[in-house]
């Protein structure tokens, strides 16, 4: 009788424990589309079989095993970093495009240029015509408009630009908040390291900070991370979170650390990177070639 109810415990048993592999397997297809998640496999332990010692032997279930791959995350983080600086560059520039119009049709720089160097031409041919000499003014008018308006466009890019800045740093200090948030509860909870949903939040966070900026993860073997911005600034250690700051006052972008060191040239990539070139280098760059114009 012994071993008769051993056996029936051992099969209660093992039905439980599959009972919740199918649970694990419902929660990955509940969660295929969301954002950090990694599917999660229970790790089935057999266990002892020895009927004279009272051992029925059957199937315990062990730490659940999470399928993430920390190399291809990277690989995915690098990429996002340089599509984050791309889309980025492109939304600000395609603004700058249409200051410089390449087609006679559309007017512009270019076109108004061209309008003024014919007035010139009839001017060589009629030196004495009246007319024709407004038409030389009146064409050098238009060039200059032009020029004031051009240089009026970069510098309303330029202002969006600042704007924009402070946004994207205040989007960086609340993600590291958030990261630091998740690293205390790891810290403070051992079985937080079974915890899929925290651990879907943290790559979430590290995803979406990955399109702001560039960063070097540093992971603490817990569960925890480390952040250092730029590969050299400390952003997120342990469950403490290291503000940064934008200072646009020189009219050219500096990115300051809770020190408020200048960290300006740590930060290559993401949204924050593209802004610091295009503010500090791009833009600057137009408009000095426009004043040499």
């Given at each position: 009788m012994g071993s008769i109810t051993s056996a029936l415990l051992s099969a209660a048993n093992t039905l439980t424990v599959y009972g919740n592999a199918f649970d694990v397997i419902e929660n990955n297809i509940s969660n295929a589309n969301t954002q950090g998640y990694a599917r999660q496999d229970v790790n089935l332990q057999p266990l002892p079989f020895d009927p004279d010692g009272g051992l029925a032997g059957g199937v315990s279930s062990g730490p659940l095993i999470n399928s993430r791959d920390e190399y291809l995350d990277q690989a995915v983080r690098t990429q996002q970093q340089l599509l984050g600086s791309a889309q980025q560059q492109s939304n600000d520039l395609s603004q700058i495009q249409t200051l410089f119009p390449v087609s006679s049709a559309t007017g512009g720089l270019a076109n108004d240029l061209s309008s003024l160097f014919n007035s010139f031409s009839q001017l060589s041919v009629s030196p004495n015509d009246e007319p024709t000499r407004q038409a030389v003014i009146t064409a050098a008018g238009d060039v200059a408009n032009d020029i004031q308006s051009t240089a009026n466009g970069i510098?309303?890019?330029?202002?969006?630009?600042?704007?924009?800045?402070?946004?994207?740093?205040?989007?960086?200090?609340?993600?590291?908040?958030?990261?630091?948030?998740?690293?205390?509860?790891?810290?403070?909870?051992?079985?937080?390291?079974?915890?899929?949903?925290?651990?879907?939040?943290?790559?979430?966070d590290l995803e979406n900070l990955s399109q702001l900026a560039n960063f070097t993860l540093i992971p603490n073997g817990n569960g925890t991370y480390n952040v250092a911005l730029g590969g050299q600034t400390m952003l997120v250690e342990g469950s403490q979170a290291q503000q940064i700051s934008a200072d646009d006052t020189s009219?050219?972008?500096?990115?300051?650390?809770?020190?408020?060191?200048?960290?300006?040239?740590?930060?290559?990539?993401?949204q924050l990177g593209a802004m610091i070139q295009e503010q500090n280098s791009i833009l600057p760059g137009y408009m000095s070639s426009l004043n040499t114009f």
């Open positions: 510098t309303q890019v330029s202002s969006n630009i600042a704007t924009q800045t402070g946004s994207v740093v205040s989007q960086i200090n609340q993600i590291a908040s958030e990261i630091a948030s998740i690293n205390q509860q790891y810290e403070s909870s051992p079985a937080a390291s079974q915890d899929e949903g925290l651990d879907a939040q943290m790559h979430a009219g050219t972008i500096s990115i300051l650390d809770s020190q408020g060191n200048d960290i300006t040239s740590q930060i290559t990539q993401g």
